[in-house]
């Protein structure tokens, strides 16, 4: 049986493995490419493999998601600082996690991003310890914040095995529908005198 992880435990996967590359990225000695432009590089590949993961889970086309990376990749080749990455990067996510991958109430879903980026941004802000890990338990942070949105909006999923049962009903009732017709042709075909 194979169950699908809710949207906020993912949420909480994906901060942990961007937080990991972050503190990589901050760790190795880079000596050809910026740190900064490193770093801002990283956050969007993990924003990108992210908001694959929202659009596949939504049941949303990959190609929904081409007009704010493509935006995103435009700010990450001008920023000239981190956080003049990282801000541009929240509103991206609340783009392509509220406009594009989960419907619903709209109030509830601006009024959880309207919380969820600007409370995660301050988090990292007032909270980062200095250091080589700063960066990444700000990420760290950051994501724990976004989970929440999905307990705010209520596009929590319990996982498969609810819905895998809804379609097993389902499935038995189109059974014991094909069946009733099937005695019906039957007595119509012993009426008529037909084998």
């Known amino acids: 049986m194979r169950t699908k992880l809710s ?42 493999a992210y908001s694959a993961f929202l659009a596949r889970s939504s049941g949303r086309s990959l190609r929904a998601l081409f007009a704010p990376l493509f935006m995103l990749a435009a700010v990450l080749a001008v920023a000239g600082s981190v956080t003049g990455f990282v801000v541009p990067a ?5 783009w392509i996690r ?67 049962g809804q379609d097993r009903m389902a499935q038995a009732h189109r059974r014991a529908g094909a069946l009733l017709r099937e005695q019906r042709l039957e007595r119509a075909f012993e009426e008529l005198g037909l084998p």
């Open 7 to 48: 949207p906020a435990v993912t949420t909480v996967i994906f901060a942990a493995a961007a937080a990991t590359l972050l503190a990589v990225v901050t760790i190795l000695p880079l000596r050809p490419i910026p740190r900064t432009t490193a770093t801002n590089a990283a956050i969007f590949l993990c924003l990108a």
């Open 90 to 94: 929240a509103a991206g996510l609340s």
């Open 98 to 164: 509220s406009g594009i991958c989960f419907s619903g109430s709209m109030p509830r879903r601006v009024c959880a991003e309207a919380i969820a980026c600007p409370a995660g941004l301050a988090l990292v802000w007032l909270l980062q310890p200095p250091g080589p890990y700063g960066l990444p338990l700000g990420m760290w942070m950051f994501g724990l914040i976004q989970a929440l949105y999905f307990v705010v909006v209520g596009a929590e999923r319990t996982g498969v095995p609810e819905k895998q």
